[in-house]
């Protein structure tokens, strides 16, 4: 079993970055894929950002791309986003998900995919 447990969250203005990481207890994370999705409300969850166990492949949602960036450190058992150039539509409660499965083009962002899940984080950005 894996807990993971997010942090970051927070309120800024429109512009504006935040870091979220997403901290793993109970097993290593190496072996697995890892990703971020949010919900805001009234929305159903969407898919963010995926990476790879070594971080070489990452994928994007395409309201993120050339804002967000995903990595991650094996040796903390941390995964991180960075939200840069942050707007109010992104505003939404972030979670953070590991998987044991395979990623590929077809599964990366279905919720489906991800068999542990943390608790969220509230981000909000105002305009």
């Known amino acids: 079993q894996i807990h993971l447990v997010e942090s970051g969250g927070g309120l800024v203005q429109a512009g504006g970055s935040l870091r979220l990481s997403c901290a793993a207890s109970g097993r290593a994370l190496g072996a697995d894929n890892m990703g971020w999705f949010r919900q805001a409300p009234g929305k159903e969850r969407e898919f963010v950002a995926a990476?790879?166990?070594?971080?070489?492949?990452?994928y994007y949602g395409d309201s993120v791309k050339g804002r967000f960036s995903i990595s991650r450190d094996n040796a903390k058992n941390t995964m991180f986003l960075q939200m840069n150039s942050l707007k109010p539509e992104d505003t939404a409660v972030y979670s953070c998900?590991?998987?044991?499965?395979?990623?590929?083009?077809?599964?990366?962002?279905?919720?489906?995919?991800?068999?542990?899940w943390g608790q969220g984080t509230q981000v909000t950005v105002s305009s």
């Open positions: 990476i790879t166990p070594t971080g070489m492949i990452t």
């Open positions: 998900a590991a998987s044991r499965w395979p990623l590929n083009s077809v599964n990366y962002y279905d919720i489906g995919t991800y068999d542990f």
